[in-house]
């Protein structure tokens, strides 16, 4: 019964106050009886006066004319203190009709205070903005007490984008184009919230003729009372909080006050959210630094042995075959020296690029340090299936490369091995790689090809 009652907000009916008023409170027939006494007794006074003493007491015309203004003078009084007494009768019940009202503000705000505490953990552990908008208009809609209530995000462009919004009429809102430009007279509120950079409230909504453009939604839907708070993310400007009543005059200074409470719950979520976003970036772009080359992007030595053992239980479980090189730059001395250590860095990331476009999804190219690099080819279906990357890489290295405005052809060495036709640890398949490369680039000014595979 309780949420009930509050659901619509406390507004005496004119049959309460006219009840109050005319007398329906216990005291008032205290004074009641007090004021039919006086009457009474004036009444009594006057009749016996008039009517019976001159016939007992012959009185002289001095006598008559005292007590007449004696009786005027008492009837006068009589009249005042029934007139004072109606009006402490007036002063006390107005005190009561606000002292109700208040309570059911007070009521109101019990209400919404408990719904906003069921959703408490929308400031404990939000999942996402999303998540804690949604939460939150949850627990606002949920009491009964708030019409309808959404929050808007200030764009690049100065307009309000609609991001979350909970209750009547709120589906009709993104046909509704709000442009916080700061300069109309007739912004609505949720602009002037922005623009002003505080919180602005109306309580009678509908009769507002500012609102003239959007008059037939807010009758639709009754939105009579509309509140708008700025939201600030970071100390900045972020967007807004409105809450919408269909009750006239809602928005009392203590439902103000209270909203205001939960939109500094919304700023504090919003920055923690940020600071949480920020801190994960952080931890992964040193997780990305401890296991990956800080020049050219590559998976790291650190990374090697995980990419590798990971590649041959798949390549067990699947029965396929793995074949794994080891690569060398022939003459990355010469470019340092000639050209320097910043244009050897060029070169370098523009040679892990290249592989990367070579390589297939499935591949992968690790950077051990220097000019050394691995290459793990997965799900092979065959020992021979790594042809194909040897041709694509052939094809690259035929293009030159742009050294300080100059073309130069890179020679490199590569050395294969294929599990599990050569077999062994993590370990044992990349010395064996190292070694079919170091062989192949021992031959390098009279080979006939830059790879080689390995041999026992």
């Given amino acids: ?115 906003i505490l069921n959703e408490v953990s929308l400031v404990i552990n939000p999942k996402n903005e999303q998540d804690l908008f949604h939460r939150m208009l949850r627990g606002i809609v949920k009491s009964g007490l ?34 916080a430009d700061c300069t109309p007279s007739n912004m609505p509120l949720a602009a002037r919230a922005v623009c002003l950079n505080k919180t602005v409230y109306n309580n009678d909504h509908l009769s507002d003729p500012g609102m003239a453009p959007w008059m037939d939604f807010l009758k639709k839907y009754r939105w009579a009372s509309v509140c708008a708070i700025p939201v600030h993310k970071g100390g900045e400007k972020w967007g807004v909080f409105v809450c919408v009543s269909d009750k006239k005059g809602f928005f009392s200074e203590e439902i103000l006050k209270f909203l205001s409470r939960i939109n500094s719950l919304l700023v504090h979520s919003l920055n923690e959210l940020d600071l949480k976003k920020q801190l994960e970036e952080e931890k992964e772009k040193v997780e990305f630094l401890v296991h990956h080359d800080y020049l050219t992007g590559l998976p790291n030595r650190s990374f090697l042995k995980d990419l590798l053992e990971g590649a041959i239980r798949r390549s067990g479980r699947n029965k396929t075959f793995l074949a794994v090189g080891m690569i060398d730059f022939d003459d990355f001395k010469y470019v340092n020296d000639a050209f320097g250590h910043e244009a050897g860095d060029v070169l370098l990331k523009d040679f892990s690029k290249r592989m990367l476009l070579v390589l297939r999804k499935s591949d992968h190219m690790v950077r051990l340090g220097g000019d050394e690099f691995v290459i793990i080819l997965e799900d092979l279906k065959k020992a021979g299936d790594y042809y194909p990357f040897i041709r694509r890489l052939s094809e690259t290295l035929k293009n030159p490369f742009i050294i300080k405005g100059m073309e130069r052809i890179l020679n490199i060495s590569l050395g294969l091995t294929v599990f599990p036709v050569d077999g062994g640890s993590p370990d044992t398949i990349l010395g064996r790689a190292d070694k079919a490369m170091y062989n192949v680039k021992s031959i390098k000014d009279k080979r006939d090809k830059f790879w080689a595979l390995y041999e026992e």
């Fill in 1 to 115: 019964m309780t949420n009930k009652f509050i659901s619509h907000s406390y507004e005496p009916s004119k049959n309460e106050k006219r009840l109050i008023i005319l007398g329906s409170d216990t005291f008032f027939i205290g004074y009641l009886l007090i004021l039919l006494s006086i009457v009474s007794a004036s009444a009594i006074f006057l009749f016996l006066n008039k009517f019976l003493f001159p016939l007992a007491l012959p009185r002289s015309a001095a006598l008559n004319a005292r007590l007449y203004y004696f009786n005027m003078v008492f009837l006068f009084g009589t009249l005042v203190i029934i007139f004072l007494i109606f009006l402490l009768f007036y002063y006390i019940s107005k005190r009561n009709i606000e002292r109700r009202e208040n309570e059911g503000k007070l009521a109101a705000l019990k209400v919404l205070y408990q719904s």
């Fill in 146 to 179: 708030i019409t309808a209530s959404w929050i808007g995000r200030l764009e690049k462009d100065n307009t309000i984008k609609y991001i979350a919004a909970r209750g009547s009429g709120t589906q009709e809102l993104m046909k509704i184009k709000i442009k």
